[in-house]
């Protein structure tokens, strides 16, 4: 994947932040970002429909991070 992808998924979580974390939020759980699971499921549906990556579903949970969720769609 390259470093732009990674950067359009990074920028996808941060614009549905709802606190204030500061820069590094990769290793932080998704739940811990203040995204709930709707939010999380647009994220989810912009990645697969504009980046053209399928997201396999049993790698998703309440502990995911940026930089897993990254990981498993490599």
Do not use: H
Not at 2 to 21: C, G, H, Q, V, Y
Not at 36 to 59: A, G, M, Q, T, V
């Amino acid at each position: 994947m390259s470093k732009n992808t990674e950067e359009l998924i990074l920028a996808e979580f941060r614009k549905k932040m709802r606190t204030d974390i500061g820069n590094d939020i990769n290793n932080i759980p998704i739940a811990d970002l203040g995204i709930d699971s709707l939010d999380f499921f647009e994220i989810l549906l912009y990645i697969e429909d504009n980046l053209d990556i399928i997201i396999p579903i049993e790698e998703l949970d309440s502990t995911v991070t940026i930089d897993s969720l990254i990981s498993s769609i490599q």
